[in-house]
């Protein structure tokens, strides 16, 4: 089996697995991220800046672990393009990670100016504060390197698509499409982009009703169009692993009042609507999600899949059995045990909680840093994974 | 006239309008009740640690937690003695976050229930080496150091710098916390503890200080 | 130059006039898209 073939049969794993439907194999997907880099005897600031590199990066992986899914297929180095209009948003460590410098997008008495006119707020305001004067002195022909630089960049993204599809047979694990797709929250976003963790925290006390404010305005122009989107369409879409894919991070800082308030009206409506259509969604619950464990208890079984980070997959199970599984093995393991023991906990894994489906094995963490794995346990746990039949 | 009992709920109730006002008082009544303020504002924060302990507040709570404390602290410090303490002799601490890592909510956190419990904190900032850890131990005479990290990459920093801190022959504890921490990070790196939360920080260290 | 007389300051008008002078023609339907995402990368990048 290659190309389309594979990936469709690859897409049934998932499928089946996040349904509860036994299948005589259980999906490994690789939550490997800039490992790879040095996995393949290259240095961050080689990989992130040269595409010949990060492409190497990518087959070196695929070529050496078998996997059914991957994290990142080696997009995450738009550098060239911040480099190229000048920006100094990031730095190197050593060689061995990159930071990239947060900014903050938003006070909390501007969120409202920004959901009324997105585009002209970051235009007229966040771009000339995060660069400074120098914003007024890029010239038309900086302009143009610049755009041809984020083009070659996007022609990247495409042919490693391509590459990973059609070579390797590797699927999308859901549409990129905002609008049916990967989907934001408003509290994600400001935890993430338009005030971050501590200007959150303070505004969950001191304005709630502002956070209320523009967390209504954001769902009635982002989450409500795809909730209508989904109850007028056909259900699942099999092209992709999920029907979508969302990223709860924001919860790790909110107590259980806080999540009642700003984040589970409207999370509920979302899950439910896609429940009603029989659709698959994947989140990855970065942190711990079991804290609000009864909110996803009544689900129907097989709507959801918990790609699940620092959350023992045991207590998941018999809390939410329910909800699939995507995660369990640890960087700990991955990095401190041997590949005998990784395998041993792999196949426990497999036979405890993925029998019946249910169980996709994968990561908790990014897999980012060098010491965060040893290769001869990731190549030990892929190989197990590719042959290992219930 | 202050009274301590109704400042110490404001603050484990978080009522930052409360507290201020409450703090102003004493500073417009010529701030001769200050250490006594200080005094209530540190228990109110126990509450919150035991609030968090609880469930009923987290992570985003106790951030606000840390900024009312400073806050507070800010209002009251013409008017505190030699300090911020209640005469008795502190016990200086060093606190960071290690090499490569630059996250510092959860160190800052900590920081801020630290010295709410009396601690004098040496707060060396992030991405600190393992050198300048031992240079700020030696130089203080430092006897508790706590090490923070969110990044994976940060327990094999926290191995380093408790590595230095044993070759440099430094008698020092060292308590490490943040999300990659557990027990096995303890062992890996050689830390004498580990903390899953601020308050078994705080907790340890006064044991600690106890000794 | 300055934002009273940098020709791209203003939005829509000078985020407009910057996709006329870079995007290829054939590009131009898809201005703001195109835009948009080089947009999200100088801002978070």
Known sequence: ?390 | MLDSEKLMEAMGDLDEDTVKETLDNVMAEGGSEAQAALAACQKGMDIVGKRFEEGEYFVGDLIYAGELMTDSVEILKDALAGGTGDGQQKTKMLLCTVQADLHDIGKNIVKAMLEANGFDVLDLGIDVAPEKVVEAVKANNIKIVALSGVLTLAIDSMKKTIEALKAAGLDCKVIIGGAPVSEEAMKITGADEWAYSPQKTVDTCRKWAEE | MDKNNYPYASYPKGFNKLAKDILPFFMLPMKKLMMRLLVVILKDG
């Open chain 1, 1 to 390: 089996m290659e190309g389309k073939e594979l990936q469709a049969y690859r897409v049934g794993l998932f499928r089946d697995a996040a349904r509860f439907i036994k299948n005589e194999r259980i999906p490994y997907f690789a939550n490997v991220v800039t490992w790879k880099v040095f996995d393949a005897g290259h240095t961050l600031d080689e990989a992130m800046t040269d595409f010949d590199v990060m492409k190497e990066c990518v087959v070196h992986f695929l070529d050496n672990y078998p996997c059914d899914g991957l994290m990142d297929t080696g997009i995450r180095n738009q550098f060239n393009v911040t480099e190229t209009f000048g920006s100094q948003g990031y730095y190197y460590y050593d060689k061995e990670c990159v930071g990239i410098k947060d900014h903050a997008t938003c006070t909390v008495d501007t969120l409202m100016d920004y959901i009324a006119d997105e585009d002209r707020y970051v235009w007229e305001k966040v771009l000339p504060e995060k660069y400074g004067d120098e914003w007024y002195q890029k010239s038309k022909e900086t302009w143009k390197k610049t755009f041809k630089a984020y083009m070659d960049y996007t022609m990247f993204i495409v042919k490693m698509g391509s590459l990973t599809g059609k070579t390797y047979g590797i699927p999308s694990l859901a549409p990129n499409n905002p609008m049916s797709g990967t989907i934001s929250f408003a509290v994600e976003e400001m935890v993430a982009n338009l005030l971050g963790i501590k200007q959150m925290s303070l505004a969950m006390r001191r304005n709630p009703e502002k956070l209320d404010e523009f967390i209504k305005a954001w769902d009635d122009k982002k989450i409500q169009p795809v909730i209508e989107k989904i109850k007028n369409g056909k259900g699942p879409n099999y092209k992709y692993c999920f029907d979508a894919s969302v990223i709860m991070l924001s919860h790790n800082i909110m107590s259980p009042s806080q999540f009642e308030r700003f984040y589970w009206p409207h999370l509920e409506e979302l899950l439910k609507a896609y429940e009603e259509k029989d659709m698959n969604i994947r989140i990855f619950t970065e942190g711990s999600i079991l804290r609000f464990a009864d909110y996803f208890k009544d689900f129907k079984k097989g709507t959801l899949t918990f790609h699940i980070e620092n959350d023992d997959p045991y207590e998941f199970r018999e809390k939410l059995p329910n909800i699939a599984i995507m995660g369990g093995m640890t960087t700990a393991m991955m990095a401190n045990a041997t590949p005998d023991e990784c395998v041993k906990y792999a196949e426990q894994l497999c036979n405890d909680l993925g029998k019946e489906g249910g169980f996709i094995l994968s990561e908790g963490k990014m897999v980012s840093y060098r010491n965060d794995a040893k290769a001869e346990n990731v190549k030990a746990v892929a190989e197990f994974m590719r042959d290992y039949r219930h």
